[in-house]
Every structure is written in structure tokens, then in C-alpha cells.
């Protein structure tokens, strides 16, 4: 019986099309196919109403990103393949709240007051117990968004309590 439970598992032995990575990278690189495909049905805005980039380019950008990253953790699952976990671990859990919490705080308080609260518990969650870094990202993490969509993009953010203070 011991000899049975020593043999490999007979998924191990699947041709690289029937792995979970695989299937979940398809998958992934699918819809974001099909959503790139709808982005370039966008209407232009005309210059005089565009402010920062067009409203198709950061669409475009995104799933571009996405599908590159999803092709990278594909190849790197030949060389480390995905552990089989039987069940999720509490941080998943924890930070599925997060992101309910992130929604709560951004709509009704301040966007950044959420999204520093979401890095912070999530970093924290995930292993980081350093408090100057949890710190660190804590405020670091929110200028950088703010500056990148603000300054770059050219966009504004919803009014709140931090936003107030920047834009009045």
C-alpha cells in the first residue's frame, strides 16, 4: 500500500495543455484578448475635450500588461510548478475583506485614505511586520498613484477628505 502512495501522481505525467497553469493562463490571456479586441471600438475624443491620454489607451495598456504578466507566470510554472493547495490560506481571506473595506472607505471617505488602508493590511497580511516599511507604503504607494494618473494621465479623483485638501 506504502508503494502505491510513493508513485507519482498520474496528472503529473499530462501533457502541458491539460495543467492548471496552463488552463488558467489561457483563460486569462482569453478574456483579456477579447476585451483588448473591444477597446479598439472606442470612440476618439476630440483634442479639445481629451485631457491626458485617450480613453481607449489605459484600457489597452492594462490588458497588454496583464496578458505579458500572465504569459511570464505561465513560463515560470515549467520551472517551479503551482502547488496543490487543499484549502485557501486565512490571508486570502483576509484580504478579500480588504478589498470590501477599500470599497467602503474609498466611496465614502477619501480614495486614498482607502488604498493607503488596502496596502498597509494587505502587506501587513502577507507577511511584512516592519513598521517603517508598512509606513513606507502606506503613504509612498498613494503619491505614486496620485502622481501617475494625476500629473501623467491627467486625470482628477473623486472629491474626499485628502483629495479636498489638494484641490481646493
Known amino acids: 500500500m506504502s508503494n502505491v502512495r ?3 501522481r498520474a496528472s503529473s505525467s499530462l501533457p502541458f495543455f491539460f495543467k492548471d497553469s496552463t488552463i488558467v493562463s489561457f483563460v486569462i490571456i482569453l478574456i483579456s484578448s477579447i476585451l483588448l ?11 479639445i475635450l481629451n485631457r491626458g491620454i485617450q480613453p481607449a489607451t489605459f484600457p489597452k495598456a492594462l490588458l497588454i500588461l496583464i496578458i505579458l504578466l500572465t ?5 515560470l510554472s515549467f520551472k517551479v510548478p503551482w502547488k496543490k493547495e487543499k484549502k485557501l ?3 486570502f481571506y483576509i484580504t478579500l475583506i480588504c478589498f470590501v473595506l477599500f470599497l467602503f ?13 488596502l496596502s498597509v493590511i494587505v502587506s ?14 502606506g503613504i509612498l504607494f ?3 498613484v496620485f502622481i501617475f494618473f494625476e500629473t501623467i494621465l491627467g486625470l ?7 483629495t479636498n485638501l489638494y484641490y481646493n
Open 156 to 162: 482628477r479623483f473623486p472629491p474626499g477628505i485628502i
Open 71 to 75: 504569459l511570464i507566470i505561465f513560463f
Open 105 to 117: 472607505v474609498s466611496k465614502f471617505l477619501d480614495f486614498f485614505l482607502g488604498i493607503s488602508l
Open 6 to 8: 510513493n508513485k507519482k
Open 89 to 91: 490560506p486565512i490571508q
Open 142 to 144: 498613494p503619491i505614486i
Open 37 to 47: 479586441y473591444f477597446t479598439f471600438t472606442f470612440d476618439l475624443v476630440p483634442p
Open 124 to 137: 501587513y497580511c502577507w507577511g511584512e511586520k516592519r513598521l517603517i516599511f508598512l509606513i513606507i507604503v
